[in-house]
């Protein structure tokens, strides 16, 4: 069959079954299975046909394509993805931004709730900064691990509950990142069919959404280095709320918008 007719094939089928980026999608598949190449026309082998139309008929019933893949890129860097793992998405680069703006590899860094591991690989090797990471869920620790060996990343992970402040004994932290689960109640209660496949633990963050920047802010900011700071990834409502929040531990809050022009990340610093 010819690339250019399944790739409007595909996308009419995406497009049916709901998909919100069907013209995105379509393109990604084509181009996952066929390579670059297939969008420009040409003849699909049967295998990749067959590959091709796997994937479709698992994306319409709602599972994410990066778990169809099993791995999605994110600043550039390949991360294996899957059943029981937030998907990372680029609106988190924002605080791989921030490392790379303030931090060199004389920096210590830790980041809490890893899930894959993006915000900690990223980090590390974008700005060679020493990074600790850690995450409580088997299965999310599992994908941690398999992406600090896919990159060669300089990770230290460590299975435990980010609540502990006593982790990592004698270190302090010159940044601090999280993008922890933030969602409310309400929101978990209309996730779209897509997010539903993602682990509960990685998106609940209870019925306000807030439950952990009121734990782990005020349990971490003394493990701040001197002139350190916490950067979190909140929801686009959470500015005021998380940078009170900040406040209350004494760190300077600031609301940083996303490339959507929405409130995405709360970076509270050391005030002496
Ligand atoms: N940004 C995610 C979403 O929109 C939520 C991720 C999180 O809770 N940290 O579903």
Request: hydrophobic share 40%; proline share 6%; aromatic share 8%.
């Amino acid at each position: 069959m010819v690339s250019r007719v399944k790739l409007r094939e595909i996308t009419a089928t995406l497009a049916s079954a709901g998909v919100f980026d069907p013209v995105f999608e379509a393109r990604e598949i084509l181009r996952e299975y066929a390579g670059d190449a297939a969008l420009m026309g040409g003849e699909l082998t049967e295998s990749a046909l067959e590959r091709i139309d796997d994937t479709v008929r698992r994306r319409i019933t709602g599972e994410p394509l990066q778990y169809i893949f099993g791995q999605w890129e994110f600043y550039g860097y390949p991360f294996s993805v899957g059943e029981g793992v937030l998907i990372p998405r680029p609106e988190t680069e924002m605080l791989v931004d921030i490392a790379a703006d303030r931090l060199d590899s004389d920096s210590t860094v830790l980041d809490l709730c890893s899930g894959t591991g993006c915000i900690p690989i990223s980090i590390a090797l974008k700005t060679g900064a020493r990074c600790y990471a850690v995450e409580l869920y088997d299965k999310a620790f599992g994908f941690l691990e398999r992406n600090i060996a896919l990159n060669n990343a300089p990770v230290t992970a460590l299975k435990a509950d980010a609540r502990d402040n006593s982790l990592f004994p004698g270190i302090t932290f010159n940044a601090i990142f999280s993008n922890p689960p933030y969602l409310t109640d309400e929101e978990m209660s209309s996730l779209p069919r897509e997010v539903a496949h993602e682990p509960e633990t990685a998106l609940a963050g209870g019925s306000d959404g807030l439950g952990f920047y009121r734990t782990l802010i005020p349990a971490w900011a003394p493990r701040l280095a001197p002139g350190g700071f916490i950067a979190v990834e909140i929801g686009e409502t959470q500015g005021r709320a998380v940078s009170q929040i900040m406040s209350d531990s004494r760190l300077r809050p600031g609301v940083l918008k996303d490339p959507a022009g929405l409130d995405r990340v709360v970076m509270g610093e050391m005030t002496r």
